[in-house]
């Protein structure tokens, strides 16, 4: 099931709190990877909250790194 992308899942995305999250995504107010594809920055990985994230247990995502990888399919 894709992630719908509405305020509610938003509110809930917890990419801001991700170590990975970084400077460039924060100014283009990227988040909810899950939903609406990967980031256009350029990402370093160091760490990953997308295991923890309640918009990623209520949707049964099994994913990591959605900045980097995109949605699930």
């Keep these: ?3 719908q992308d509405n ?24 988040r909810l ?4 594809g990967k980031s256009s920055c ?3 990985r160091a760490g990953c909250l997308c295991g ?3 918009v990623a247990s209520e949707n049964d995502l099994e994913g990591l ?3 980097e990888q ?4």
């Design 1 to 3: 099931m894709k992630v």
């Design 7 to 30: 305020k509610e899942n938003f509110a809930n995305c917890i990419c801001v709190n991700c170590p990975t999250h970084n400077d460039c995504m924060k100014e283009g107010e990227q």
């Design 33 to 36: 990877f899950c939903s609406r």
């Design 42 to 44: 350029e990402l370093e």
């Design 52 to 54: 923890e994230c309640p």
């Design 65 to 67: 790194y959605y900045c």
């Design 70 to 73: 995109g949605t699930e399919s």
